[in-house]
């Protein structure tokens, strides 16, 4: 990851169930704010991707 990206594993509570469950998210900043965010589904391809560990 670059200085301006955060990667973070957590989990989403929604009623929806597409919305529901663990889920790895990055946020990328530009001038000490938030100028990017995604929410990625949780795959070890992500997870990798992201410099997470995988579950």
């Known amino acids: 990851m670059r200085k301006d990206t955060v990667a ?3 989990e989403s509570i ?3 169930t597409r919305l529901a ?3 790895p998210w990055r946020a990328k900043l ?3 704010k938030l100028a ?3 929410v ?3 795959t070890p391809e ?3 991707t992201l410099g997470l560990a995988s579950r």
Do not use: E, V
């Open 8 to 10: 973070i594993a957590g």
């Open 14 to 16: 929604s009623d929806d």
């Open 21 to 23: 469950g663990p889920a």
């Open 30 to 32: 530009r001038g000490g």
């Open 36 to 38: 990017t965010s995604a």
């Open 40 to 42: 990625y589904d949780d």
């Open 46 to 48: 992500n997870r990798d």
